[in-house]
């Protein structure tokens, strides 16, 4: 008896983009029941504590920054330490946004107590971007500096779990940030994210309390570092870098591990690695490259799509990459610039929601100018205005693809982790996202739901909505984002 098309992994087309993927990137064979969806930035956090509270061997976290009052947090990972005398904890931040504050109150001098407190098992480190060092470091103010690339990568992993996320660790992306959450019960998985993690780290400056200093901590290269460090030979660091980063963007040199049974799962994690690697191997933008080629030929033809991005600022090649893709139907969500993050804010950071409309306007001009003004759609997600009482602000980021002959059972491709698929994401940041293909119905299912509730403060906005007074953009907007370009940094 033939078997129906949905007994056999991987569907005719996404076997095509499997076979090439294994050839970028490792892959693992896993559950559909191993993953689970997170929905809102309250249950991020409760997830987040309550697997630490639980953890036994290990917490490794990797974030942007962690919220120079996030106590509730500190204390969480403080108690699982009393109590589990075997757990080490161990915490990448960004150097430039972790002492943003200092000597006042920081994410470093907050993680510094419990280095205090548990010097042997806890362990607090620092990357510090090779493109800022010199003149450059020593001009540019702080805040404005981050331009020139961060420890971006979001690795949340706990024991033999990991939960992969664009969220940092602060009180707004526990509360009204609204992001994107998996949880990934795979020990295979969360073993190799540890390992780059480790790597990382021995990349990174170390973070070590001191009573002496007001600003609670001090910063030092260890000896058992790769060397040299970065502010004392950029171009030996990054040749150093490249010669332990780069195994972890190879393709394995046997087959795929294969399990006794079937698996309708593969996860492919995709790094982009970019200001470490040289020659540049990074995985995530030559996997993506690889999905959406895929979709303009006719094999995938009548596939639907949705793509989302906190901070709109796609790069050009992506943005002509998705327009090429013909698809059937397919959406693009925005955050509306009364839920951006930099609404309000002083200065030139203060003019970025305008900046990102202005990239908006530019994309539909795009979509019309191409006569896909039908099938792709543009939405702003708003929930409130950040800022005040009850305003929310969006920074999910990630894709969803239905492929033909399976729209009634939702995406059966989806990418979800710290990139925001923008120029500075592919030559300046740290990134790290794991690449889900099934034929999982029920996952499937959830991945639809997925992407069906992110757009529930979502509403389309065309040409039109742009040419309105309150959404021109002016001049010195235009000239802010040439400056910020003409001296090497990106949004």
Known sequence: MARKPSDAFPPPTALHITSELDKLTPR??????????????????????????????????STLYVGKTEHELINTIRNALKTNPTLTVSVLTDY?????????????????????????????RLYHTPNLTGIRKAILPK????????????????????????????????????????????????????????TVSDLSYRVLPSDKERSGFVIEWPESNVQPAPLVDPKGYITAATKVLAPFTQPPSRSPKTTEKPTDTHIYPLLQLTPL???????????????LRALST??????????????????????????????????????????NGFYGSKGVSGMLPAAYTHLSRCFLDAVSSAGLSQQIALKEWRKGTVNTPGGWTYHAKGIWI????????????????????????????LEANTLIV??????????????????????????????????????????????????????
């Not at 940092?168 to 780059?196: A, G, H, M």
């Not at 002509?320 to 969500?333: D, E, G």
């Not at 309150?470 to 802010?480: D, S, Y």
Request: aromatic content about 10%.
């Open 28 to 61: 693992f064979d896993v559950s559909a029941d191993d993953i689970e969806i997170i929905r809102s930035p309250s249950d991020f956090f409760e997830a987040l504590k309550s697997k630490i509270t639980k953890a036994r061997r290990r917490v490794y976290l």
């Open 96 to 124: 430039l946004r972790g002492t943003r504050e200092a000597p006042d109150p920081s994410c470093a001098s907050l993680l510094a107590s419990l280095i205090t407190d548990f010097p042997e098992r806890v362990e607090v």
């Open 143 to 198: 805040r404005i500096n981050e331009g020139w690339g961060l420890q971006h990568m979001k690795l949340y992993g706990i024991d033999d779990e990991i939960i992969m996320s664009g969220a940092n660790l602060s009180d707004d992306y526990f509360t009204n940030r609204q992001d994107r959450y998996q949880i990934i019960k795979s020990k295979e998985v969360t073993d190799f994210f540890s390992r780059i993690y480790r």
């Open 277 to 291: 690697l040289r020659p540049d191997t990074s995985t995530e933008l030559p996997a993506l490259t690889t999905i």
């Open 298 to 339: 006719p094999a995938f033809s009548g596939s639907k799509w949705t793509f989302t991005a906190g901070y709109f600022n796609m790069t050009s090649d992506i943005r002509q990459l998705l327009l090429s893709s013909q698809p059937a139907s397919a959406t693009v969500i925005a955050a509306s610039p009364w839920a």
């Open 402 to 429: 239905t492929l033909p002959g399976l729209q009634q059972a939702g995406p059966s491709i989806s990418l979800v982790g710290s990139s925001n698929y923008t120029k500075r994401s592919y030559s300046l940041d």
């Open 438 to 491: 099934t034929s999982n119905p029920d996952l499937q299912r959830r991945l639809g739901e997925e992407e069906k509730w992110l757009q529930g403060y979502a509403n389309v906005v065309t040409r039109d909505d742009y040419a309105k007074t309150e959404r021109r953009v002016g001049l010195h907007v235009r000239i802010a984002m040439w400056i910020v370009t003409l001296v090497g940094g990106a949004l």
